[in-house]
């Protein structure tokens, strides 16, 4: 359910408004617990995505960044290779569980 939500600050090229509308959008669907609002609840889940997306910015411009920007092909050079740890691991596990 968490797909959109990572790390957006300190990029070049900076997070775009479309990646950080994703994060928000999640965000609040992971909190309200609902993947869609009913017809009833769109306005306020709208607000609250627009009051996640104002409260983003505002962080990322009051924020000190330190070092040199994160690339996008580094993140997913990383992502690539924790999840090969992770099957890796779990791999581990279950022919561990298997040998008993």
Not at 38 to 59: D, G, M, Q, W
Not at 72 to 94: F, L, P, S, Y
């Given at each position: 359910?968490?797909?959109n939500i990572?790390?957006?600050?300190?990029?070049?090229?900076?997070?775009?408004?479309?990646?950080?509308?994703?994060?928000?959008?999640?965000?609040?669907?992971?909190?309200?617990?609902?993947?869609?609002?009913?017809?009833?609840?769109?306005?306020?889940?709208?607000?609250?995505?627009?009051?996640?997306?104002?409260?983003?910015?505002?962080?990322?411009?009051?924020?000190?960044?330190?070092?040199?920007?994160?690339?996008?092909?580094?993140?997913?050079?990383?992502?690539?290779?924790?999840?090969?740890?992770?099957?890796?691991?779990?791999?581990?596990?279950?022919?561990?569980?298997?040998?008993?």
């Amino acid at each position: 359910m968490c797909r959109n939500i990572r790390t957006l600050h300190h990029f070049e090229p900076p997070a775009t408004q479309e990646e950080i509308r994703a994060s928000a959008e999640q965000f609040v669907r992971k909190l309200t617990g609902m993947p869609k609002p009913s017809k009833h609840s769109v306005v306020p889940f709208n607000r609250a995505i627009e009051k996640v997306i104002k409260a983003t910015k505002e962080l990322f411009d009051s924020l000190e960044a330190h070092g040199p920007p994160r690339t996008r092909e580094h993140e997913k050079e990383m992502a690539k290779i924790r999840g090969e740890r992770r099957e890796k691991a779990m791999r581990a596990k279950v022919l561990s569980e298997v040998a008993r």
